[in-house]
């Protein structure tokens, strides 16, 4: 599968199927493969999924990270097939690339689902970048044990033992042990900063938010339903509840959303 090439870093992609183009981008410390555990194929879907500057198989340097550049990268991934225009869809940081698409680059979007923001026009909450800073500086030392012994790791923890659970994860994926510095930086970034631009958006917006998930706020989809014009707003069960729910429940609404 096809590498997209820049000056100073490679971004990994791959296409599936054929049809109208949905592009859809996972979460924080993930990779493509976190999208491919989740999907189901939909029929005359075009299915293309980016590995993220350094995630996955795609290189990069953490340092230079913003929302703005991984927005940038999506859409040079689109230049490259040729793709006018297309669907997008995203959890997590996924969603916040998605959504500072939407506001920057608004002729190239035909709809847009965000599935559990982490980020408004604001940094993700102090207890999460310092969670995350200790992860990275753990990843750093590869010392595992030291990250679960953390007072904010077992305060997570009892708060969300599968989203905990991920964060034990970081420690065998090869792209979390070689760039631990996007866990210390794109925590402390914002995918926007004006709130008033969400007021005069004017494509489709579905919304996907559950409770019992504290990296994701349930009120942040209510924000965005609330601020967003012709906006749906959707609740589906939380991964810490049953995985297998939310999977299905995910599901339907990705149908719903393209079809």
Known sequence: MPFKHFSDYDIYYEVHSTGTPLIFLHGLGGSMGQIKAIYEKIRGIQLILIDMKTHGNSTGCSS??????????????????????????GISMGAAISLNILLNYPERVNKVLLIRNAWLNKPMDDFFIKLYKITADCLTARNLTALLNTWEYKKFAVLSRVSANSFIQFFSDPAALTYPDKFRIIPTLAPYVD???????????????NHHDPIHPFSYGQFL?????????????????DTDMHKEQLNYFLHKFLL
């Open 195 to 209: 709130n008033e631009k969400l007021c005069s958006v004017k494509k489709e917006v579905m919304i996907l938010a």
């Open 64 to 89: 230079c990270i913003t929302f703005d550049n991984m927005a940038a990268d999506v859409i040079a991934i689109a230049d490259e097939l040729r793709l006018p225009d297309f669907f997008i869809a």
């Open 225 to 241: 339903y609330d601020t967003i014009p012709n906006s749906k707003f959707y609740e589906i069960t939380s991964k810490s509840i």
